[in-house]
């Protein structure tokens, strides 16, 4: 539930601090999953679910300092399912999708969950669509067409690459429609309920889908003790391990308390385009992990950017 207060500026940093913290954590998240060398990368699946469980040990410290109440039990059958879509799936594919298309393409891709929540609460909500709304859409649209287009400076396009850049684009569109659904799914459950008490639900929700979903890929295999082996591969590895602390640490365990308390302050349109930042930071912290990009993407990123702050607006 949002609070009817005029909104301070720790309530704008902390919105910009979670989009960049985001960023951040999906540049550090893209080179531990296309690590070289003699150990194998740990899989987006085992990346996912080391994140999760990190952030909810946490969390369940602080839910028990602050001795918050869990949410009433109508409310967890659509929470742990916003979990499932939205931590399990939608972060899943987003993972899956770094290291093929690259952080800024995946982050801009990304964009596409605004227009899609969009869709959704027309269809299943019911909430009005206008034609200035549809006008906004394209616009992000086309931002982010301008970005997954764009021919990197001095990158080889050989077939190898084009494919798993489409791959990278189809993963991270399906990562934004799940995490688009896992918002839908949550709304009802998050009513009145604690924002820790019910971001604990939708995380379990996530941990439980992902060794499901390791589970039955294993029982389509065959091969339900490697892929469950695999899953938990990075807790057993103390290099790997470290990685994934770091990069969870901005991503789920610094970047999620700041999301929810600019979301507590914030209205809801404002803290969605602040949100939205994030490609906007990728770019300047891409250099620093040797990603290169040309005018294109920053011009694609701009325009995507103006498409969300716009759709947001014409919803307002």
């Known amino acids: 539930m949002i609070v009817e207060t005029s909104p301070g500026p720790l309530e704008f940093a902390a919105a910009l601090g979670s989009a960049f913290t985001w960023g951040f954590a999906s540049l ?13 990368a740990p899989t987006a699946a085992a990346t996912n679910l080391f994140k999760n469980t990190l952030a909810t040990l946490v969390f369940v410290a602080v839910f028990l300092v ?22 399990a799936i939608g972060d899943t594919m987003y993972l899956a999708a770094l290291p093929r298309c690259g952080v800024q393409v995946a982050t801009m891709v990304s964009l596409v969950h605004v227009p ?21 859409m394209f616009v992000v649209l086309l931002g982010v067409a301008l970005v997954v287009t764009e021919k990197r400076p001095g990158e080889a ?25 896992g918002v839908v799914l949550g709304h009802e459950g998050m009513s009145g309920a604690s924002l820790m008490g019910g971001t604990l639900v ?9 060794v499901v979903g390791a589970v039955l890929i294993g029982l389509a295999r065959t091969t339900v003790n490697s892929e469950c082996s695999e899953l938990v591969r ?24 700041l999301f929810h308390f600019a979301l507590r302050g914030l209205p809801s349109g404002i803290a969605a385009v602040l949100f939205a ?5 990728t770019l300047p912290l891409g250099f620093l992990f ?27």
Request: charged share 15%; aromatic share 10%; glycine share 12%.
């Open 28 to 40: 550090l998240f893209a080179r531990i999953l296309r690590r070289d060398g003699a150990r194998a």
């Open 66 to 87: 602050q001795g918050e109440s869990l949410p009433a039990a109508a409310a967890w059958p659509w929470l742990l399912l916003s979990g499932v879509f939205g931590f």
């Open 116 to 136: 899609t929540t969009t869709l959704l609460d027309w269809i299943f909500l019911g909430r009005s669509l206008s034609a200035i709304t549809i006008l906004w």
């Open 157 to 181: 396009h050989s077939l190898e690459r084009r494919r798993a850049l489409r791959i990278g684009v189809v993963l991270t569109l399906c990562a934004a429609t799940s995490q688009s659904v």
């Open 202 to 210: 939708r995380m379990c929700g996530g941990i439980f889908g992902a």
């Open 234 to 257: 990075p807790m057993r590895e103390h290099d790997t391990r470290r990685s994934l602390a770091f990069a969870a640490l901005f991503g789920s365990v610094l970047g999620l308390p």
């Open 277 to 281: 930042t994030t490609p906007l930071f």
């Open 290 to 316: 040797g990603e290169r990009h040309g005018a294109r993407a920053w011009i694609g990123t701009l325009i995507g950017f103006g498409g969300v702050a716009g759709l947001v607006l014409s919803l307002a």
